[in-house]
């Protein structure tokens, strides 16, 4: 398969109110991406809109870090697809290990968001991955296969390659975590890319963008691009500055 885009994104997280991510927006407004690369950063909701306005038609693509899968309703302190798409944003993060951990979400309700984002014309990018509970009893394989095919349930197969999915192994996240070896994460990548050719056929399975997450420093970045079956990463503290972000971009190319 010959790569054509190699997807790299920031999560914020918890990180930058109105002022600072309106700052940064401004900071990445004339940024150039290199050819073939899609940036992309994942904004707290109450920055959404202003970090969007200000990168609309940029080669930078906004992101909001969740959303329900009702249209409207009694969901206090939720925040609709719509809302979401009307806020500007191109892509919504879906299950990331935080919110699976700490806000009880599960691979149902993942799967509920899948085909809500779509309906709305939102990119999904779909986390998943093993706890360390998982990966030292080694049933990796088998957890990620689950995550995968009630995540992508209801997903039609034709809006397959319109996702991202980053496999972001729970141990490897955040501060206290430890970055994932390159060769475990191309064995991993194998095998949800099969995992996808098997509910989608090859055609398809094939053009699903799969990123890697957890502790991606400007250092290593480049190693897990260049395995087979990686087409980006996704990354939390590498990309929280501005600098700091556009350094990794371009230690990857
Ligand atoms: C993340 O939370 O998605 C992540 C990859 O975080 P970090 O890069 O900081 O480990």
């Given at each position: 398969v010959t790569r054509k885009t190699v997807w790299i994104g920031t999560n914020w997280k918890m990180n930058k109110g109105p002022a600072e991510a309106l700052a940064a927006a401004e900071a990445l407004k004339a940024y150039r991406a290199p050819d073939g690369v899609k940036p992309f950063i994942i904004t707290p909701f109450t920055s959404l809109q202003a970090v969007a306005s200000v990168l609309k038609g940029a080669d930078v693509l906004v992101g909001a870090q969740n959303m329900h899968?009702?249209?409207?309703?009694?969901?206090?302190?939720e925040i609709s697809p719509g809302m979401v798409k009307e806020c500007g944003a191109d892509i919504v993060l879906i299950g990331h290990s935080e919110r699976r951990q700490?806000?009880?979400?599960?691979d149902w309700t993942v799967s509920r968001k899948m085909s809500a984002a779509l309906r709305h014309g939102l990119r999904p990018l779909l986390c998943i991955g093993e706890s360390l509970e998982e990966y030292d009893f080694g049933v990796t394989a088998e957890t990620l296969s689950r995550q995968l095919k009630i995540a992508l349930h209801d997903v039609a197969h034709a809006d397959l390659p319109n996702i991202l999915i980053a496999y972001e192994p729970v141990w490897a996240i955040g501060a206290g975590g430890r970055a994932a070896d390159t060769d475990c994460v191309a064995k991993v990548h194998a095998g949800l890319r099969a995992v996808l050719c098997e509910i989608a056929g090859k055609d398809i399975g094939d053009r699903v963008p799969l990123l890697y997450g957890g502790s991606v420093t400007q250092d290593n970045a480049r190693s897990y691009v260049s395995?087979?079956?990686?087409d980006g990463v996704f990354v939390g503290r590498a990309g929280w500055s501005v600098p700091d972000f556009e350094k990794l971009i371009d230690r990857v190319i």
């Amino acid at each position: 398969v010959t790569r054509k885009t190699v997807w790299i994104g920031t999560n914020w997280k918890m990180n930058k109110g109105p002022a600072e991510a309106l700052a940064a927006a401004e900071a990445l407004k004339a940024y150039r991406a290199p050819d073939g690369v899609k940036p992309f950063i994942i904004t707290p909701f109450t920055s959404l809109q202003a970090v969007a306005s200000v990168l609309k038609g940029a080669d930078v693509l906004v992101g909001a870090q969740n959303m329900h899968w009702e249209e409207s309703g009694s969901w206090t302190g939720e925040i609709s697809p719509g809302m979401v798409k009307e806020c500007g944003a191109d892509i919504v993060l879906i299950g990331h290990s935080e919110r699976r951990q700490h806000f009880a979400e599960t691979d149902w309700t993942v799967s509920r968001k899948m085909s809500a984002a779509l309906r709305h014309g939102l990119r999904p990018l779909l986390c998943i991955g093993e706890s360390l509970e998982e990966y030292d009893f080694g049933v990796t394989a088998e957890t990620l296969s689950r995550q995968l095919k009630i995540a992508l349930h209801d997903v039609a197969h034709a809006d397959l390659p319109n996702i991202l999915i980053a496999y972001e192994p729970v141990w490897a996240i955040g501060a206290g975590g430890r970055a994932a070896d390159t060769d475990c994460v191309a064995k991993v990548h194998a095998g949800l890319r099969a995992v996808l050719c098997e509910i989608a056929g090859k055609d398809i399975g094939d053009r699903v963008p799969l990123l890697y997450g957890g502790s991606v420093t400007q250092d290593n970045a480049r190693s897990y691009v260049s395995q087979p079956n990686v087409d980006g990463v996704f990354v939390g503290r590498a990309g929280w500055s501005v600098p700091d972000f556009e350094k990794l971009i371009d230690r990857v190319i």
